[in-house]
């Protein structure tokens, strides 16, 4: 079943900081976050392995509270660089390892 | 080092033809995904490659399948094309198949 993303989509100024969270029903072995920017590949940010770890790459972070079955990708003093849509990929071990992509958070980095 | 390549990067077809994609993993990763992505949405798991065995699919029609050669490239092959499978396919390998995938940059199909 694929996660659900929220929001959809976000505008920000840069320097703002944003929240995308990432949901699932089932019990998740781990969550991978992917930024796609226009016409590209999606781009691997980190994957959260344990429940309640958080990773980081540069100042974007994220968490993953296993219990909630949850994952929240943190855009922290954002950059025109940050824009584009953002995916996470959750793994069950019951369904054999494959990614189940999210819909996708679109985000707008504004000067 | 090289990163995952795939080819051709757009294609047309018409409805019914069959179409062949090709995809060569990162140096060194045994293990190959296919994606299928349409546009506004995630990618679909379509199919999982590991040492040239399949060790996983999704919800998609017997139409679609795939291989995995001796060297890790792998094929996706689509026969009797429908509009609906233009969309962006994406192959990711990773070194086995828990590990983090890095995806190459597509295969554009429009299918008229």
């Known amino acids: 079943q694929q996660p659900v993303q929220s929001p959809q989509a976000v505008i920000l100024r840069e320097g703002e900081d944003a929240v995308i969270n990432c949901s699932s029903s089932k019990a998740l072995y781990s969550v991978h976050w992917y930024r796609q920017k226009h016409g590209e590949a999606p781009v691997f940010l980190m994957i959260l392995l344990k429940g309640g770890e958080q990773k980081g790459h540069e100042k974007i972070s994220a968490s993953f509270n296993e219990k909630k079955q949850q994952s929240s990708l943190y855009l922290t003093a954002s950059q025109l660089s940050y824009s584009g849509t953002y995916f996470c990929g959750t793994e069950r071990k019951a369904a054999g390892n494959k990614l189940t992509f999210g819909g996708g958070t679109r985000v707008l980095v504004k000067p | 080092d090289a990163g995952v390549t795939q080819s051709p990067t757009h294609l047309i077809k018409t409805r019914g033809q069959h179409v062949t994609l090709r995809c060569s993993p990162i140096?060194?990763?045994?293990?190959v995904s296919w994606y299928q992505q349409v546009l506004g949405q995630g990618p679909q798991f379509i199919f999982q490659y590991y040492e040239k065995e399949e060790r996983g699919r999704g919800n998609f029609p017997d139409r679609f399948s795939a291989r995995q050669f001796p060297n890790y490239s792998s094929e996706l092959n689509v026969n009797a094309l429908l509009l609906g499978d233009s969309a962006l396919y994406l192959c990711?390998?990773?070194?086995?198949?828990?590990?983090?995938?890095?995806f190459g940059p597509g295969t554009r199909l429009l299918v008229l």
């Open positions: 140096s060194g990763h045994k293990s």
């Open positions: 990711a390998s990773s070194l086995r198949v828990e590990e983090t995938q890095y």
